[in-house]
């Protein structure tokens, strides 16, 4: 069976703050991929990032930073010097090689205050 | 511009009512999918479709059914609405592409209440 855990129910943090979302998943597929998404206020699911199961690297967009550990599990998300913009719920989900299911986590509201 | 557009963006319905969510992807995808939100319990997959016709449970199936005649078109169905029903439902699409595995794209969302 395929899960996926956000513990974090509710992050508030300062501007300008860096912040981790975590992110823990279980499956036991060998290949799989992992997925976060943005959904700001107006509700649509904005997609952040896509990350394969062989592929361990890190990755920086921006802001924005992702920690693959296949070790642990984890795929946690950090944004760093955080914005008001950055004001949403973000979902990580996951998705298996042998099915095209995408199963999600619970979300991690961030609010960042001025 | 890629394309996931779900028919209401608010519902009210009768307790007992028989409910259509409809969603259309522009994008020639294989995948649709139904999920329902809800606070705290994030998104929960009701169905899952991979071609026409096809379809396979979620994991909240019950009180649900789905159709899936045309490639674009992914259409749930509350058989006798309940309050418990009350819920944001959102629809998504995606490739069916095993090796690059591209990202769902989702619609604006259901927001349902059954009276």
């Known amino acids: 069976a395929q899960k996926v855990t956000q513990a974090q129910t509710e992050i508030s943090v300062v501007e300008k703050e860096d912040v981790t979302l975590d992110c823990v998943y279980e499956?036991?597929?060998?290949?799989?991929?992992l997925f976060w998404y943005k959904q700001p206020p107006s509700g649509e699911l904005v997609f952040l990032i896509r990350?394969?199961?062989?592929?361990?690297q890190n990755e920086i967009s921006g802001r924005y930073s992702w920690n693959f550990q296949k070790s642990t599990s984890s795929f946690n998300f950090t944004i760093t010097a955080s914005q008001v913009v950055d004001s949403a719920v973000y979902f990580c989900?996951?998705?298996?090689?042998?099915?095209?299911?995408?199963?999600f986590g619970t979300g991690t509201r961030l609010q960042v205050f001025p | 511009d890629v394309k996931v557009t779900q028919s209401s963006r608010y519902l009210v319905k009768r307790t007992g009512e028989k409910v259509f969510l409809e969603c259309v992807q522009d994008?020639?995808?294989?995948?649709m999918f139904w999920y329902r939100q809800d606070p705290g319990l994030g998104l929960r997959l009701i169905y899952f479709?991979?071609?026409?016709?096809?379809?396979e449970k979620g994991d909240i199936p019950e009180g649900y059914s789905v159709s899936r005649e045309k490639k674009e078109r992914f259409s749930l169905i509350l058989e006798s609405a309940s309050t418990n029903q009350t819920s944001m439902y959102l629809c998504?699409?995606?490739?069916?592409?095993?090796?690059?595995?591209?990202?769902?794209?989702f619609g604006q969302g259901t927001r349902l209440t059954v009276v």
């Open positions: 998504a699409s995606s490739p069916r592409d095993r090796g690059a595995r591209t990202e769902a794209f």
């Open positions: 499956t036991r597929d060998t290949t799989y991929y």
């Open positions: 990350r394969n199961s062989f592929d361990e």
């Open positions: 989900a996951l998705s298996s090689h042998n099915t095209d299911k995408l199963i």
């Open positions: 994008m020639d995808h294989e995948n």
């Open positions: 479709s991979y071609d026409v016709k096809m379809k």
